[in-house]
């Protein structure tokens, strides 16, 4: 549980702190997160927070981590003020220390950071789910991204370096493949095969971006419905969450890890491929809300290679999962020694559906541009 020592090292006047509600999330796996609601000692409601305490065993820069949140945080909310809007709804605000830091050290040497709650806000998949959502989602990480398209990306630090260095996975996958520490290469020998007949996609975006043919852009890394928060009473979007992978990148990324999971018609550990199949009205909508947000800042090349981002994103998950499978599931969590092997043929057939149909998504995409 949060100390109250943690919770006051927030407060510039931590003397006057009044009755404390803490309750656990218990919906993130990474980082341990609370809900403080402080009351006066009067009894009046006087603040509402969550307060979060960065996991540094998969994070292990989080003074940069914390640092890449201020600078974005910071300049969304800038652009927001700008646009006529309350930047303490359209992006996260992050509280400062007793330490001047928007971060806590607590003596045992635990990072802690505080962020204003959202007020009335819920996230996006807690309704129910309609094609309409995902115009709503596209939407959502178009003003992200448009809220950020003049920050100079270069000044953020790669809390997770080389995460979607394509190129570097497939080599990855082809160093598992060769060593075989499971021994479980002949299980697989038809997922290797599709996996290596794919190498040409995988420099479409990291030699592009290297290159300087597409620009370097703030990137979220993590564009899941569940990521998005809307108002309760009037559904409409507020802003994304969960900062801690902002990186970086190409705007294409964030774009493709979305219908990676959007534009799918099953959980990603569906083992009845018969189930599985990328959802073209899912698409559809989301280029809708997303093309109609960025096609202004976007450039021609980064609306060219939209459905290859949603292949490519999707292809780079399923290398992951066939590597780990091979070697002997060292990184993502099984439930059983097929897990990861299931998880990656998941994601092969929906790659399949979208190579198989690219003229087709080319021209869902051209139609909102």
Known sequence: MISVDVIKSFYTDIENYGELEITKIESGHINRTYEVKDRTLAGTFRGHYIFQRINTSIFKDPEGLMNNIMLVTEHAAK??????????????????????????????????????FLPNSVNLDVVEVTPATYVQAGGALADFQRMLSDFDASKLCEVIPGFHDTRNRFKNLKTAISENRSGRADNCREDIEFALSQ????????????????????????????????DKDTREVMCLIDLDTVMPGSALYDFGDALRAGGSSAAEDEADLSKVHFLELNFDKYCEGYIGGARDFLTPEE???????????????????????????????????EHNLVRARNQFKLVKDILGNLDRLHGIANKYR
């Not at 290679?305 to 091979?326: H, K, M, N, Q, V």
Request: proline share 5%.
């Open 303 to 337: 609306l060219d290679l939209l459905p290859e981002a949603a292949a490519i994103l999707t292809y780079e998950c399923g290398i992951r999962f066939l590597s780990d499978y091979l070697d002997g599931d060292t990184y993502f969590s099984t439930k059983y020694p």
């Open 79 to 116: 652009s927001a003020v700008e646009a006529g809007r309350d930047p303490k709804a359209a992006t996260l605000t992050l509280m400062k220390s007793v330490q001047d830091k928007v971060y806590y050290v607590d003596p045992e040497g635990y990072y802690w950071r505080c962020y204003l």
């Open 199 to 230: 190498e040409n996609i995988t420099g479409m975006i990291i030699d592009r971006l290297r290159s300087g043919a597409l620009p370097l852009r703030v990137t979220h890394n993590d564009t899941k419905l569940s990521n998005i928060m809307i």
